[in-house]
């Protein structure tokens, strides 16, 4: 399958001069869809992994189906406000600023080895927070995915020591 063909690029997007690659156009195509989910669990296959965390909000629809393929707990690394409960959180930072993702504490006990999953992988600043607060739990990350990497943004500085791991890369174009 080719996957550049699945997703949709969008040119200008959210601002002038940037090409936006849309992961959305995946989840209309159900063989798109299928390759992703059966390419996560090809790689993964021999991993010890022992829940997955998926970051908001497409994370959460390749995560969910490779935890619930794979048997895996399934934890969601949300925006700041959105969970109830005790959370630990993390900031990061953006092209304009900061932001902060949360994860229930109860969610992310001790002695464990989380995969983390978002759709794709720029700077690696939001997998990076989400990393800090799975060692800060006390647990290991087994891994990063994403389905689209942005290699020219330095993302392996960041997070290279997790080896991540995508589908297609983009140069910059």
Same mark, same amino acid.
């Given at each position: ?107 992310? &006990? ?40 942005? &290699? ?22």
């Amino acid at each position: 399958m080719d996957l550049d063909k699945a997703i949709r690029k969008v040119k200008d997007f959210p601002k002038p001069g940037i090409l936006f690659y849309d992961v959305t156009s995946i989840f209309t195509d159900p063989i798109a869809f299928r390759f992703v989910i059966n390419r996560m669990l090809e790689f993964y296959l021999k991993e010890k992994i022992d829940g997955v965390i998926a970051i908001e909000s497409r994370g959460f629809l390749i995560g969910s189906c490779f935890a619930l393929e794979r048997k895996l707990p399934l934890v969601l690394a949300r925006k700041k406000g959105k969970l109830p409960g005790k959370t630990i959180q993390e900031s990061y930072s953006l092209e304009y600023g900061t932001a902060v993702l949360e994860i229930h504490c109860a969610d992310l &006990p001790a002695d464990k080895r989380w995969l983390i999953i978002d759709d794709l992988i720029a700077t690696g600043g939001t997998l990076e927070a989400v990393a800090k607060m799975v060692e800060r739990q006390g647990s290991r990350v087994a891994g990063i995915f994403g389905i689209i990497g942005l &290699p020219f943004l330095k993302y392996k500085e960041k997070i290279g020591k997790y080896n991540p791991h995508t589908l297609i890369d983009y140069d910059g174009e």
